[in-house]
């Protein structure tokens, strides 16, 4: 029994084996790298689609490298759209957030040592791609000191570099309809990326990036606007007095606010914003001011103890972000993602430290990009989740009305509810055909995060080219 037992086992590691093999011929006779496809992540559940991850060296002499993740749409990649998403910070990593918390296709599980399916993927829609940008980010890494102290122009110049070496290592994708999408201070990264890519368009003889739209969620913009709106968010929610708000529109001058070194702030504004942020206190959430707040030393105890640690606050895991760094420090989770190549010294962390960024480019004032990318007929949707208090609606929905009205815009669709599910998903404006502003009920600074359903229709709809529905009747997003 032994015996036949054993020859059966050859067997079938013999069948394996020609399978992974034949499996490799195929992924490389389509043009895709064999050597960054993921067989499968520690606990994953199983999936019909593919995915890939690994490096793409963008400065071979410094040793400057990028590390992606990209997952295949669920059906028909081949027919679907490529769409890049970025995080912010600046200095947080897209795999850890947008892939793994937000809009791709796995969360990690309540324990920490797998995954769970997440069916509100936006690879529903779309073939997704995340890079963590720039250097210093998560497993992205140098051998250059120097270029850890980077800024606005460096990072969007080395996206460019790694978008078309990207390309290189999946040529089946170059044709495809391409979206740029990001969150936060992917408000600067994205659209100095579309910059980028539309000043090498105009310069090549050959490929050209065929940029489809551009989608921001809580995107920052312009920090005069977007500063103040988080003061007003907090009175607006009754999360501060009127005493200290009025205290706050009095002594305080926002214009030209640089978040390194505020240098019109008087020592009256700094007071009430320090009584400001006191009100609301550390145990608030300020990202989504409705959900409540982890504890991570009783998450890292049980994670250890290899209990179950998820925290259900509104439907969703609070503790998500501290289990997603315990399975991303695993060993054998790096292995299959092809990542730490190098051997870091340090963990993975969502939002680095190594970064030494130019925050004086925080200051700059996007709105002029978003209006050179609209001029070249390129549809941007802003969205902002209306429970985010860091980059609120009210500064977003202002920066935008200012852009359509330099482009000398009509509103096309008036300002009112989108329905999804026959729920108000939100509500929205449409500028000259060009221009979407929307909001989404009851969601987070991470949209997809706290309303995986509203925000999978919403970003369905930007990459069909649809309008949000204005009715309850059922939709073909729904």
């Not at 925080?362 to 802003?382: E, V």
Request: charged share 20%.
């Amino acid at each position: 029994m032994r015996l036949f037992g054993g020859m059966e086992r050859g067997r079938r590691t013999l069948r394996a084996a020609w399978g992974c093999f034949f499996i490799a011929l195929w992924v490389a006779t389509q043009g895709f790298p064999v050597e960054d496809l993921v067989g499968r992540l520690p606990g994953q559940p199983t999936v019909d689609f593919r995915q890939f991850a690994g490096y793409v060296d963008v400065d071979v002499d410094a040793g400057r490298s990028l590390f992606y993740y990209f997952a295949e749409a669920e059906q028909d990649p081949h027919l679907l759209p490529l769409t890049l998403w970025l995080n912010g910070g600046p200095g947080c990593s897209s795999v850890g957030g947008g892939a793994f918390t937000e809009l791709g296709p796995f969360y990690p599980r309540g324990d920490g040592r797998g995954l769970r399916r997440n069916s509100m993927s936006w690879n529903k829609a779309s073939n997704l791609l995340f890079v963590e940008s720039p250097v210093g980010v998560g497993w992205s890494y140098s051998n250059t000191t120097s270029d850890y102290t980077c800024g606005d122009d460096s990072t969007a110049r080395d996206m460019l570099t790694f978008m078309l070496k990207w390309y290189d290592k999946f040529p089946a994708f170059r044709d495809s309809s391409f979206f740029l999408t990001g969150e936060s201070y992917a408000g600067h990264y994205i659209p100095q990326l579309a910059e980028a890519m539309l000043d090498y368009n105009i310069h090549s003889k050959g490929f050209k990036f065929n940029i489809m739209g551009v989608a921001l969620g809580n995107p920052l913009l312009n920090l005069d606007r977007d500063v103040p709106a988080t003061y007003e968010f907090f009175w607006s929610h009754g999360m501060i007095s009127d005493e200290v708000w009025f205290a706050i529109n009095r002594d305080c001058d926002f214009d030209d606010y640089v978040l390194a070194t505020p240098h019109n702030v008087t020592k009256s504004c700094i007071q009430a914003i320090a009584d400001a942020n006191g009100i609301v206190s550390e145990y608030i959430n300020t990202y989504d001011v409705l959900l409540d707040v982890c504890y991570p030393s009783i998450v890292q105890q049980e994670l250890r103890l290899k209990k179950l640690a998820t925290k259900i606050s509104m439907g969703v895991d609070v503790c998500m972000t501290q289990e997603r760094r315990f399975y991303f420090n695993l060993p054998e989770v790096q292995k299959a993602l092809h990542a730490n190549r190098t051997n870091l010294l340090h963990q993975w962390f969502m939002c680095s430290d190594l970064v030494d960024y130019n925050y004086n480019d925080t200051n700059i004032n996007m709105l002029p990009a978003l209006k050179r990318i609209i001029q070249n007929h390129i549809p941007i949707w802003i969205f902002s989740g209306d429970e985010d208090s860091v980059v609120p609606l009210m500064g977003s929905r202002t920066l935008v009305r200012e852009l359509a009205h330099d482009l000398q815009f009509k509103i096309t669709v008036p300002y009112g509810a989108w329905f999804h599910k026959g729920q108000v998903g939100g509500w929205a404006i449409e500028y000259g055909n060009m221009l979407t502003y929307a909001t989404v009920r009851g969601a987070a600074h991470m949209v997809p995060y706290a309303q995986p359903s509203r925000a999978l229709h919403l970003f369905s709809s930007f990459v069909r080219g649809r309008r949000l529905p204005n009715s309850t009747r059922p939709s073909i997003d729904d």
